[in-house]
């Protein structure tokens, strides 16, 4: 993983960003240009009830694209605690959903593998030091059906904006400007190229 995708990734999350809690016309004015200066170091509760505001209003924009997973991830089971922060995903304040296939996920062991149909959702917002809030990309991973996608584990990647457009399908339209996913997630193929949660953020389910 190269600085250089490292920068692009947190770059294009930023430049996507959209303004959630406007204070002024002024913020809606630059929201093409946000950059974020100095983010909002959050505890988990204050991160949490920062999401609990916002999240319904996340949801539409990424409900958006029509995308099946964007409208109803809201609806899964959600594997963190409280929204934690993700280097990796633009420094922005991430949570992992998934869908009832995905199942186990909070169980995978060395050698495991998710089974076909299993998708795992990252929404993220970002919270500025004056505590503007912002929506960003909403990160998909879907288990293809075995041998569909033997590049990329029979993972597709999907990064769909705050307002619902596409940034990029490894199936599909702008599968080039998502193969960065793939290249990163690689290190984790004895998990199933899965990273899981920060163990902070981790919670133990039953089933
Ligand atoms: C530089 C490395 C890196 C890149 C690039 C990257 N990820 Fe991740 N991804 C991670 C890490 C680390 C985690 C787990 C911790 C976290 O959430 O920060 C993760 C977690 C995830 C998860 C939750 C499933 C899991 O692995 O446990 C999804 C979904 C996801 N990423 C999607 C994407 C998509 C889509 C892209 C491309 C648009 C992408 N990622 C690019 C490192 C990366």
Redesign the pocket.
């Known amino acids: 993983?190269s600085i250089r995708?490292?920068l692009i990734?947190g770059l294009l999350i930023a430049f996507g960003a959209s303004p959630l809690y406007a204070q002024s016309d002024d913020a809606l004015k630059v929201k093409r240009h946000f950059k974020i200066k100095k983010p909002a170091r959050l505890t988990p509760p204050e991160a949490m009830s920062v999401y609990d505001n916002v999240s319904e209003q996340m949801v539409k924009g990424y409900a958006v694209s029509k995308d099946p997973s964007a409208m109803k991830f809201g609806s899964w089971r959600r594997y963190n605690s409280a929204p934690y922060n993700?280097a990796?995903?633009g420094n922005r304040y991430?949570n992992?959903y998934g869908n009832a296939k995905a199942r186990g996920y909070d169980k995978m062991k060395a050698g495991d593998k998710m089974p076909a149909g299993a998708i795992?959702?990252?929404d993220s917002f970002t919270v500025t030091g004056d505590r503007g809030v912002f929506a960003g990309a909403l990160?998909?991973?879907e288990k293809l059906d075995a041998g569909k996608s033997p590049d990329t584990g029979d993972w597709r990647?999907?990064?769909i904006m705050p307002d619902g457009s596409l940034f990029g399908d490894s199936q599909g339209t702008g599968a080039n400007e998502?193969s960065?996913?793939h290249?990163?997630?690689a290190a984790?193929a004895g998990r199933d190229f899965?990273?899981?949660?920060?163990k902070k953020f981790q919670i133990r389910f039953l089933d």
Do not use: E
Request: net charge positive; with cysteine.
């Open positions: 993983m995708t490292i990734v993700s990796t995903h991430v992992n795992i959702a990252k990160f998909l991973m990647y999907q990064m998502v960065f996913c290249g990163c997630h984790k899965l990273f899981y949660i920060p």
